[in-house]
């Protein structure tokens, strides 16, 4: 594929920039890529300071991060809370996950079919709990949404969910009205690639016409702007 010009969107999460790699998804759809394994142990801190800051008034029992890339974050949370044990949600069937309580999710990454699973063990840490449901990006919505259904039908409460950025809105129909749970740190539109321009997509973007959403908060203020990189 060729290469996409500008090759960064610059963002800003939890008031700091940083300039994503843009990376085509189709020849004519790309994506700013938020690879979280890849930010450093500093951007950790940031993000779970953040995200305790945003919750800390909610009181969660117990933080639920969804694998993969929600792993990191979940447990910065957890340790801000001084929770000690968390829950993974899984994506690969692992073997011991025979028995596991499934739901089903479309991921824009992989383009595919993927299922949340949640391991029968884990039920007993989320009976009855307030739950603090944590992921790297809520885009389509359909991985939080996925990871909300465990949640309950492990019997808890999910009194949260947070997400380091949002890409785009479509997350806000799949999830209705638990889309009012939701809180990001930043936020990134999806691209339109023309003649190997990458154009912010209008459905997709956000900004101030759009109206700004309590769920995005301030530190949404300089986003949607080209990175100098
Ligand atoms: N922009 C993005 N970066 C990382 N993971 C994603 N999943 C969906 N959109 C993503």
New binding site residues.
């Given amino acids: 594929m060729n290469p996409i010009i500008p090759e960064t969107f610059g963002v800003d999460i939890a008031g700091e920039t940083f300039d994503?790699p843009i990376i085509a998804l189709s020849d004519r759809r790309a994506?700013?890529?938020?690879?979280?394994i890849e930010m450093g142990v500093r951007f950790g801190d940031l993000v779970g300071d953040a995200m305790v800051a945003r919750f800390a008034a909610l009181k969660p029992d117990i933080v639920v991060g969804s694998a993969t890339?929600g792993i990191p974050a979940a447990i910065e949370v957890s340790r801000r809370f001084g929770l000690d044990q968390y829950v993974i949600l899984q994506k690969s069937p692992k073997f011991h996950l025979a028995e596991a309580l499934v739901e089903d999710v479309r991921?824009?990454?992989t383009g595919g079919s993927q299922r949340l699973l949640l391991d029968r063990r884990s039920i007993a840490l989320l009976q009855g709990k307030r739950v603090l449901v944590i992921d790297?990006?809520v885009?389509?919505g359909s991985s939080m949404a996925a990871a909300i259904r465990l949640v309950r039908r492990a019997g808890a409460e999910v009194v949260g969910a947070g997400a380091i950025?949002a890409?785009g809105h479509a997350w806000r129909h799949a999830l209705g009205r638990d889309a009012d749970l939701v809180t990001t740190l930043g936020h990134?539109p999806?691209f339109d690639i023309v003649d190997g321009i990458a154009i912010p997509d209008a459905a997709t973007e956000y900004t101030a016409r759009t109206g700004a959403s309590h769920a995005f908060g301030q530190d949404n203020r300089n986003v949607g702007r080209w990175s100098a990189g």
Avoid: N, P
């Fill in positions: 994503l994506i700013a890529l938020l690879m979280v890339l991921s824009i990454t790297d990006v885009a389509t950025l890409e990134i999806q």
